[in-house]
Structures are given as structure tokens and as C-alpha cells.
């Protein structure tokens, strides 16, 4: 076994590093100080980004915890509630940072893994009565990272949409893998920027780019979001070399996502036909979550894992997480299936 010891990385798709052509790109990059709103790459990725979903702007910023919670800032005053899944990475994932960066209120609900619907919602907005918070913002994962990489079609999120406009709600968008869903969905970009009043797209996911992400809107948003972005030390200056790594990324790797999710499905058969594996969720994109048997913890699964070079991660005490990316290649899972076999 040790002979043909390989590391395979199934962590996350954030694990990946930039290719040779990504890094001629950000080698080449044209920079300047985005503070002065003078570095043309990090220009040229907000204003690429935004007319891909048909949105009027672009804000390119260092992570998508930090435009997650600069859209929750924009869209809500102190005292106000926001609407999510309680599976959302804006409650769950980005330390409590609703409360800290907002001071608004957060009402959670339990959707389809991770999806919501109007009947859902629509109870737990709250009347004009100076008991309740008031509602103001509805936020949807596109995919959903707990729901197992389930995905909305633009179909199932066209009646949300409509509710938050009778209701007079915003409606944002944690896209963090949002060409995950596109690439499966095959649904227009567009239609998203037609829907949602904010949408937070990660470069640093599956599409392989080392860091950033962007928040689209209309422009009064995003004059607003670069506000906000100042005050939370977001303001970057030769922002560039990460943008051009970001252009690269929306011109190579979106189609290829397929392969993931491809390569994420033949990994869920193979798990859930293992003895020692409960369930599979369904595999929808490129996570694949399982729970382990009732004898297993899931901690000492991952730990036997490492020791043959293979790195997940726990999701729960039976619950383990699998994520396919850019980084791995079928001989990478040839190994994986190999090692998993062997465990009794
Ligand atoms: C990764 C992720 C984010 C943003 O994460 P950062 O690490 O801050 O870039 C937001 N939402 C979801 C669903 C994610 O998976």
C-alpha cells in the first residue's frame, strides 16, 4: 500500500492551487490602486462578472464571508430580520458576523436540504407590529454546501422572487458555487440577475482562482457595499493580480465543473455501496455527503483516511463530506476507492 501512497484532497474545493496558465495571467496583470479605483484588471472582473448575470456592478472582494455580509449590511438597518435556511453559510459559517456586522435578527427555517419555498416563507415574514423584527431580506444558497450540493433551478426560485417584491423584501444570493448549479440547471445567468437584488459569486471555489469573490448589484448596491467594504479592511490595492486569476477563471473553468460533478457521483455509487456506510445523500453537484454506520465516528474515519494520504472532512458525528475539484484526477480516485475498500 505504501508504495503507491498518493495525497488526494477531498476537504474542499478552496484546496486548489492556480495553474500554469492562471499564473501567466496574473503574472501579466495590469495593476493599479484599486482604492483609487484605478486598477483596470480588478475593473475588467467586476464589470465581466456583473454582465454574465446581467447585473449593472461589481465589487471584488477578498472572500465571500466578506460580500455575504456586506450585501446582509446593505439590505438591512439594526433591529431588522434576515430569512435563510438553517443550513446557510451566512448563519452558520461566517461567525455570527449577522449580528456583529448588521445587528439584525435572523429568522431560520428548514427547507428541502437547504431549499426553501413561498409556503415556507411566507408565514415567517413578520406582520407590521412593533413586537417583531421587521423582515427585510430573504438569503438563498445556490448550491446548497449542507444540503449536500443541492441546487434551486431558476424555476423553483422565480415564486421567492415574486413573494420578496409583494412583500417588499431583498432578495440576496450566496453563490458561492453558483456555476455549480448553472452548469447542471443549465438555466440563463441572467435570469439571476433579473431576481436578485445582490449576488455573491466565489472565484476561490471550484473555479479554481486562489482567493476573491464578487458581489453584483445595481450601482446605488454597490456604492453603498464599497463603503461598507472599507470599514471591514477590504479595501485592496493592487488588487489586480487576484482579478486576473479570477478572468482567468471565468474564461477556463466553468464548463469543466461537469467533470466534477461526475466525478462526485461515481464517488457517491462507490460509497454508498460500502458496508460500512448508513447513506449517501443524493449527489447533485460536486459534494458528496455520507453518514458512516453506527460503530464508526466519524473523527477516526478521517484520521485512518490521512494515515493513506487522503484528507476529508467531518460533517457531523457520523457525517462525512466529500468535495471534487480541479485538483483531483481519476487516478487520484482510483486510489481513493481503493483505500475506502479496504476498510472494514
Ligand atoms: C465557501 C462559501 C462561502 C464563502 O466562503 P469564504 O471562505 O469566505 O470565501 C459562502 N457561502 C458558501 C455556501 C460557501 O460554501
Known amino acids: 500500500m505504501d508504495e503507491k501512497r498518493m495525497t488526494v484532497d477531498l476537504r474542499s474545493d478552496t484546496v486548489t492551487r ?31 462578472t456583473a454582465e454574465i448575470f446581467g447585473m449593472e456592478a461589481g465589487l471584488f472582494c477578498p472572500s465571500g464571508t466578506m460580500t455575504n455580509q456586506i450585501a446582509i449590511k446593505c439590505f438591512t438597518n439594526p433591529l431588522e430580520e434576515v430569512i435563510c435556511d438553517e443550513t446557510a ?24 436540504r437547504g431549499r426553501l419555498n413561498p409556503d415556507l416563507i411566507e408565514p415567517h ?3 407590521d407590529n412593533i413586537h417583531y423584527p421587521k423582515s427585510s431580506l430573504i438569503v438563498l444558497e445556490n448550491t446548497v454546501n449542507r444540503g449536500g450540493g443541492s441546487y434551486y433551478t431558476t424555476d423553483q426560485i422565480a415564486p421567492i422572487y415574486h413573494l420578496c417584491r409583494l412583500k417588499g423584501l431583498s432578495l440576496h444570493l450566496d453563490g458561492a458555487r453558483i456555476f455549480n448549479a448553472l452548469v447542471e440547471t443549465k438555466n440563463d445567468p441572467k435570469e439571476y440577475g433579473d431576481m436578485f437584488d445582490g449576488i455573491s459569486v466565489c472565484l476561490s471555489k471550484g473555479l479554481g482562482a ?8 445595481s450601482k446605488e448596491l ?9 470599514v471591514m479592511g477590504g479595501g485592496w490595492r493592487q488588487a489586480g493580480f487576484m482579478a486576473a486569476a479570477g478572468i482567468y477563471a471565468l474564461d ?20 454508498g455501496g460500502l458496508s460500512y456506510v448508513k447513506s449517501v445523500m443524493p449527489v447533485d453537484t460536486n459534494i458528496v455527503i455520507f453518514e458512516l454506520d453506527g460503530h464508526y465516528k466519524s473523527e477516526d474515519f478521517v484520521e485512518h483516511l490521512n ?10 458525528k457520523q457525517m462525512i463530506r466529500f468535495v471534487t475539484h480541479l485538483d ?17
Open 307 to 316: 494515515h493513506s494520504g487522503i484528507k476529508c472532512n467531518t460533517f457531523g
Open 125 to 127: 415574514i413578520n406582520p
Open 89 to 112: 453559510h451566512v448563519y452558520r459559517y461566517e461567525g455570527g458576523g449577522i449580528a456583529f456586522n448588521s445587528s439584525a435578527s435572523v429568522r431560520l427555517l428548514y427547507g428541502d
Open 18 to 48: 492556480p495553474t500554469p496558465g492562471m499564473l501567466d495571467a496574473m503574472m501579466s496583470a495590469e495593476v493599479g490602486d484599486d482604492v483609487f479605483g484605478e486598477d483596470e484588471t480588478v475593473n475588467k472582473l467586476e464589470n465581466k
Open 222 to 230: 454597490i456604492h453603498k457595499a464599497k463603503r461598507v467594504r472599507k
Open 252 to 271: 477556463n473553468n466553468i464548463e469543466r465543473l461537469a467533470e466534477d460533478h461526475k466525478r462526485a457521483k461515481v464517488l457517491g455509487e462507490t460509497v
Open 210 to 217: 486562489p482567493v476573491g469573490s464578487v458581489l453584483l448589484g
Open 328 to 344: 483531483l484526477n481519476d487516478s487520484m480516485l482510483e486510489y481513493t476507492f481503493e483505500i475506502l475498500k479496504k476498510i472494514h
